[in-house]
């Protein structure tokens, strides 16, 4: 077997498996996804108000809502095609090139070209390129964190399963090909991939509602007028231009605009607070989510592995336990650019250790000898041996797993129980605990089976990823907001439960769910049991799909966290999905809405913040669109009606749209923050754009500026002629239209936004401008 498959048999096992690459399906044209950027039902208001304003010859209106159509089409289409590139990026998993025995030889070949059966050679450092078992090994440690999400390589023995693009972190081996292409777990989670559907945002479902409410006013308006107008025996033109420029009116052209730009500002804030929003409409859609499921290590955690605590026979053994912590270290330190700290290269375990020995070594003298031999790591064994030199002494030193290094010492066996339990119950604390033993050796060319025999305990440390300083007030702030946080982590349980007190996201042990229970629950058991869990340990990242589908289906909005390839899938069904930039694959990356540039948990609720804040924002020039509109609408409405002349003509109706609609909406839609968002529960996904008190503050504001002004307007045509009366009233709905900006914003100072200040007095100055000066007078027929 060693030999490799000979040519011939590789030749037919190609013809029969196929090459081994991951094949992305449903590839979808760049064209299509344009296009499918159109059919929406404000979309289509919009272009008939297009068509419209074209028709009664208001040019700039009319080219103004095409541009807009066009230009919220290719935000889209951006969006969606970087999207859809999650598949592409799996085949970045795969070498393209891998060392192979064909016929007897090493061979280099092209990764896409292997087969079932071929022996691959495997170094440190080789990605590996298709899924088997490991034919033979040395000391090999593998980085399989971005399928099961693991923080600490797994070391591998022999006939261990070894999974396509997966890392070798330490040692070598003689991969035997299994599985290829598509048949591999990668392939897998490509298919999987293409069929994973994301949901439309609660936004865009609830603008799309808004946009039905909407057209059916606009368009019952239309028609009811005409009519009206020929019972009065008016003529027929003028009241089809009237109804067309009150459809016109009736939808807020600008809303679109407004959110764009309203989500683009939230997209500006969060990348300053090292959250890069990939899908603008996941701002908004962050701001309602329920529930969030977030990794451990690298978001509640630094990522770093350091010694917590330390436990030593007798004080003299220290100085020994700290130069076993040396000896034998495969890691070293390198002192940061700004002298605070150092970074550790190599192992995250050993690197722990020497940092641990250099801040203790300054308080402590430990003897300097010679290294005679050095035996590294035994998977079977559990343990690294170092020989040293030390005068006319040889002393061998032993670190490894407590239990076995306790089995090889001279210890009574009431002591070794004593120690035994303490380790362990330091272990419940979430440590991975290192055993140190010592034994002097006077003999030389023994084996290292003898030189493990006979040893004196020393100790034993125990090494833990500490949570981040603020990952306790982000916890405290996601509670206070109504935010679920569920740890998913394929850490055991102990760490993950210490990890969770340390930050204060669970106060009950009752809430840790393993890997091994929650594959035997079905899914009504789960759903009946989700909502009192806090921590999933021992988890594979399939799992995190199958509980986002499950809090998905009680109704919640469910955010997902993840650096891995198979995080793909979860993070793209989620409502929002957040990839990790320092830690996380280009496969999560491109799949995800969101990505933290530090890996964050507390940037992820400043970014929480941030999407509350721009739907606030949303709402407040939702809300000053539509009661402005219905204001002209009805006020055009009941002149006709009460079979009075038009207190406004087209031109001024569409004028008003486009100074009142504009400006002083956009500065809504970027108002200031509320300090008071978190405080509040999540809204309620089901809840429409427009509840009960704002639709009654939408009645009230509109149809009491329509009486009001239509009571001026019918007052003043008995004294003033038609012109005079249109002016007066057309410049008085302007003005009002602009205060009740600042009404809509509520009791927040009026000069926090200097936008919408500058917006108003821009306004007024453009209203000045075209009620004085001759020409423009006569465009929109004004006169005093």
């Not at 089809?240 to 600008?254: E, T």
């Not at 020497?354 to 300054?362: D, G, Q, R, S, W």
């Not at 120690?419 to 010592?438: C, N, P, Q, S, V």
Request: charged fraction near 25%.
């Amino acid at each position: 077997m060693e030999k490799g498959l000979t040519t011939d048999q590789a030749k037919a096992a190609a013809e029969k498996f196929g090459r081994n690459e991951i094949i992305a399906k449903k590839i979808v044209s760049p064209l299509v996804i344009f296009f499918s950027q159109f059919p929406t039902v404000l979309n289509g208001i919009m272009a008939i108000a297009g068509v419209f304003s074209l028709i009664i010859r208001d040019f700039v209106d009319g080219i103004f809502i095409f541009a807009v159509l066009f230009l919220n089409a290719v935000v889209g289409f951006i969006q969606e095609y970087k999207a859809e590139r999650s598949l592409e990026k799996l085949m970045n998993f795969i070498k393209p090139a891998s060392r192979v025995m064909r016929d007897g030889k090493e061979v280099r070949l092209a990764t896409a070209e292997l087969v079932p059966g071929d022996i691959v050679i495997l170094s440190e450092g080789d990605r590996i390129p298709a899924d088997g078992t490991l034919a033979a090994h040395e000391d090999i440690e593998i980085d399989e964190a971005i399928l099961t999400g693991e923080s600490l390589p797994v070391a591998k023995k022999t006939h261990d399963e070894v999974y396509n693009g997966t890392l070798v972190i330490k040692g070598k081996a003689h991969l035997l090909v299994e599985k290829i292409g598509m048949q591999t777990k990668f392939g897998q989670i490509a298919e999987t991939l293409a069929d994973v559907q994301a949901d439309k945002t609660p936004l865009r479902t609830r603008l799309d509602q808004l946009g039905k409410v909407l057209s059916a006013i606009a368009i019952l308006t239309a028609f009811l007028l005409i009519p009206i107008g020929i019972t009065q025996e008016r003529a027929l033109f003028p009241l089809v231009l009237l109804a067309i420029s009150i459809s016109v009116a009736a939808v807020p052209q600008s809303l679109p605009t407004v959110v764009t730009i309203a989500l683009a500002i939230g997209t500006h804030r969060m990348a300053k607070k090292n959250a890069i929003v990939r899908k603008m409409p996941a701002v908004e859609t962050l701001g309602s989510v329920q529930i969030i499921l977030v990794d451990k290590t690298g978001t509640l955690t630094q990522n770093v592995m350091r010694v917590k605590k330390y436990w030593t026979r007798k004080k003299e053994d220290f100085p020994d336990l700290i130069r076993a912590c040396i000896l034998g270290n495969t890691a070293s330190l390198i002192q940061k650019t700004n002298n605070k700290g150092y970074d550790v290269v190599g192992d995250r375990t050993d690197g722990a250790l020497l940092l641990f020995a250099k801040n203790e070594m300054e308080k402590i003298k430990t003897e300097k000898g010679k290294i005679v031999d050095e035996f590294v790591f035994d998977p079977d064994t559990k343990t690294v041996t170092t020989v040293v030199k030390d005068g006319a002494h040889t002393n061998v030193f032993v670190r490894g797993a407590p239990e076995a290094i306790l089995t090889q010492s001279k210890l009574p066996i009431s002591e070794k129980e004593h120690i035994t339990k303490l380790f362990e119950e330091h272990a419940k604390e979430g440590l991975r605990i290192i055993g140190f033993a010592k034994k002097t050796e006077e003999h030389k060319n023994i084996s290292r089976s003898h030189l493990e025999q006979h040893l004196t305990f020393l100790g034993f440390v125990g090494i833990y990823d500490p949570p981040r300083n603020e990952a306790t007030e982000a916890v405290h702030k996601a509670k206070t907001a109504g935010i679920r946080t569920i740890m998913v982590t394929g850490d055991n349980e102990f760490t993950a439960l210490s990890i969770a007190r340390d930050v204060g996201l669970i106060e009950k042990d009752e809430d840790v769910i393993t890997g091994d229970e929650l594959k035997k629950l079905s899914d009504d058991e789960l759903e009946s049991i989700i909502d009192h869990a806090r921590i999933f340990a021992r988890s594979k990242p399939e799992d995190k799909l199958r509980l986002v589908n499950i809090l998905k289906k009680k109704g919640a909005i469910v955010g997902v966290t993840g650096d891995g390839v198979n995080d793909a899938l979860a993070l793209k069904r989620a409502d929002v999905g957040i990839a990790m930039g320092k830690s996380g694959t280009d496969v999560a990356k491109e799949a995800s809405d969101i990505v933290l540039t530090d890996d964050n948990f507390a940037t992820l609720v400043h970014a929480v913040e941030e999407g509350r804040t721009i739907y606030n924002n949303i709402l407040k020039a939702t809300t000053y669109l539509v009661s402005g509109n219905l204001a002209e609408l009805s006020l055009v409405f009941f002149a006709t009606l009460f079979g009075l002349p038009s207190p406004l003509l087209p031109t001024q109706i569409l004028w008003i749209n486009l100074v009142t609609d504009g400006l002083p909406a956009l500065a809504l839609a970027s108002d200031t923050k509320d300090p008071t968002l978190l405080s509040n529960l999540p809204r309620d996904p089901k809840q429409p754009i427009l509840t009960g008190n704002r639709l009654l503050f939408i009645a009230v504001v509109g149809f009491g500026l329509a009486t009001t002004l239509l009571i001026i307007f019918t007052l003043l045509l008995a004294t003033h002629s038609e012109t005079v009366s249109r002016t007066i009233t057309f410049n008085l709905l302007v003005f009002l239209h602009l205060l009740l900006a600042f009404a809509v914003r509520g009791r927040t100072g009026v000069f926090t936004n200097r936008f919408l200040v500058y917006a108003l007095l821009g306004t007024l100055a453009l209203q000045l401008i075209i009620s004085t000066v001759p020409f423009l007078q006569n465009v929109f027929h004004l006169g005093f």
